[in-house]
């Protein structure tokens, strides 16, 4: 395994970061140089409910004998936080015997545990509920599944819709600020970097939390039946610990390895599922239309020509050749057989791969913004003109692309940092700002938002589909590919309040902590509906049949399923 190379890239904040913000972020800096301790474990006030402190970085795992109320800083005024909780020093979580542990490297807690099995950060802590020893049945190949189908097979891939990942390599990102600033806002990373120097790894972590919208690991997501990749990558033209400039892969934050890693895993898999066919789009923000500088700053055009020339011979022999296939008319049958299973688009297409016939350029993808659950009322009359009122005809033969992710917002990340920082603060407008009536929680995380986002985002999934399979409405559009966030086991969305890294919520329900939905059967039932309502002279009604009902006892397990939870979000009567 190679060792994590801590680095990290940040897009945190909305577009315009306010003076207000840069304000708060000041007075984190006084703070951090003043009463905050040195301390990996963050002391946990709410409201004066009593909670543990001492949660390794905020994790789901507390410390049992360190409980601080707001009412006990209150009666103790002359004490200062400092000397409240100081006493903690660091602590690091033990998998074995499920504890925090005060830790000092020359001291080692005693515990189950060795020096190397403990987890400091809540980024890095593992799937909850762990992730099976083995993998999810049917998805891995879905796609050869359906090639029984002889329509499934004729019907090229502009026909069809893929589940996909936003920012699918978020599941593994370091702590290193990049060179270029957060989000090209290099004010903004300055005063960051400053704060780190303060602090280091603690600020950065805060922000790793803003950013991490996967848990599944680019294997794991292709094995839970997800074809559309959503790969970003960025060029670190100086050395980091002693690596040589390299490609990395970016949400807001570098990736622990260079991006060859991942895509060696992708080429991996793709030679133990012969039959599947995998879009991969390279972009530095998920930008369609960036060009040269705009987009890959300061990036020589030898080394984007050098990345991509790693990238065909890695996947030679099954990258797209445009001189024979194309993926708005060539069928998946065909693509298979031809081993033109891998087809990338590229953005800054012409610079970065020489007009190569390998790919395509990322101004063919149509690319929809539809989610932001902090409006939820407008995005869910957004999301229903999208599935209803598009048309279900691609006439300009775009690659039809949809996000129905959440981003974090510059209010979201603030109160993150108070959280963090100053966690006694009872002013935050954080819940408030979450524009769901009657609820009283403050997302903390990216992927915090990002559940929220699917318990919404499910019911627009189900209700489409299933007006599009009971023929109730006749033209439901799905697009090429969606790309959504918080992908959990079996290819499902989660959906419930406690988050994919573990951290539950004290109050709230755990009947529905981890509820999720099916969302790759359901696109997958989609695509099996669109291809057996063709006339029955060419229908495999025996193989539609069998399918069909297969997908949709899957789909049965894992329903869109409303609750009435309004303090953690979710309500079963909004939005209207």
């Not at 040195?38 to 402190?53: E, M």
């Not at 797209?320 to 998946?332: A, E, L």
């Not at 029955?536 to 009902?549: K, M, N, R």
Request: proline share 5%; with cysteine; aromatic share 12%.
């Amino acid at each position: 395994m190679i060792p994590a190379r801590v680095m990290s890239r940040v897009r945190v904040v909305s577009p315009r970061v306010s003076s207000s913000f840069f304000n708060f972020l000041k007075q984190i800096q006084y703070l951090l140089l003043t009463a905050w301790p040195s301390s990996k474990c963050t002391a946990n006030f709410s409201h004066f409910k009593t909670y543990t402190g001492a949660s390794c970085t905020g994790s789901r795992y507390y410390h049992e004998n360190s409980a601080v109320t707001m009412k006990s800083y209150r009666r103790n005024t002359k004490e200062t936080l400092s000397t409240m909780i100081g006493n903690h020093h660091s602590c690091k979580w033990c998998g074995i015997d499920n504890m925090c542990h005060s830790y000092n490297e020359k001291q080692p807690p005693a515990s189950l545990c060795e020096i190397d099995d403990y987890i400091e950060y809540q980024s890095t802590c593992p799937l909850e509920p762990a992730y099976p020893t083995e993998p999810p049945e049917f998805l891995g190949d879905w796609m050869s599944a359906l090639l029984q189908i002889s329509s499934f097979s004729s019907t090229p891939l502009s026909e069809l819709s893929l589940p996909g990942t936003h920012d699918s390599l978020s599941y593994d990102l370091s702590l290193t600020l990049a060179k270029d600033g957060v989000d090209d806002r290099d004010r903004l990373s300055k005063i960051l970097r400053e704060l780190s120097i303060l602090r280091p790894n603690e600020l950065e972590e805060v922000i790793r939390l803003q950013a991490q919208s996967q848990k599944l690991d680019i294997y794991q997501q292709l094995n839970n039946g997800i074809r559309f990749i959503d790969f970003r990558i960025t060029y670190e033209s100086k050395e980091i610990e002693g690596n040589k400039p390299d490609w990395y892969s970016l949400h807001s934050l570098l990736s622990n390895h260079p991006a060859y890693v991942y895509l060696e895993a992708i080429r991996e898999w793709m030679e133990q599922h012969s039959e599947e066919v995998v879009v991969i789009w390279f972009s530095r923000h998920g930008s369609v239309s960036d060009r040269s500088e705009s987009a890959y700053p300061q990036t020589p055009v030898s080394a984007k020509r050098f990345f991509w020339r790693f990238v065909e011979d890695l996947f030679d022999g099954v990258m797209i050749d445009k001189t024979i296939s194309d993926y708005r008319t060539t069928g998946i049958q065909d693509l298979v057989a031809r081993n033109h299973r891998m087809i990338p688009f590229v953005t800054d297409y012409e610079e970065f791969t020489g007009s190569s016939v390998h790919g395509y350029d990322s101004r063919c993808i149509k690319n929809s913004f539809k989610g932001r659950v902090f409006d939820e009322v407008n995005t869910y009359h957004a999301q229903r003109e999208y599935f209803f009122s598009h048309g279900d005809v691609n006439e300009e033969q775009w690659f039809d692309l949809l996000g129905m992710n959440s981003a974090v917002e510059e209010w979201q990340v603030e109160s993150a940092l108070k959280k963090r920082f100053i966690p006694f603060n009872i002013f935050d407008i954080c819940a408030s700002s979450v524009n769901i009536p009657g609820n009283l929680m403050c997302p903390t995380s990216l992927l915090d938002v990002e559940q929220l986002q699917n318990y919404y985002n499910q019911h627009i999934l189900a209700e489409a589909y299933d007006a599009f399979a009971s023929g109730a409405v006749k033209d439901v559009h799905f697009p090429n590919a969606f790309y959504l966030d918080g992908l959990d086991f079996d290819g499902s969305l989660r959906t419930g309040t406690m988050t994919l890294e573990g951290r539950s919520h004290p109050d709230a329900s755990k009947d529905y902590s981890q509820t999720k939905y099916a969302f790759v059967d359901t696109i997958i039932a989609y695509n099996l509906e669109k291809v057996c309502k063709v006339p029955l002279e060419f229908l495999d009604v025996a193989a539609c049949q069998a399918l069909q009902t297969y997908v949709e006892e899957r789909i049965a397990r894992y329903p869109a399923l409303r609750w009435q939870e309004p303090a953690f979000g979710r309500r079963d009567d909004w939005p209207l």
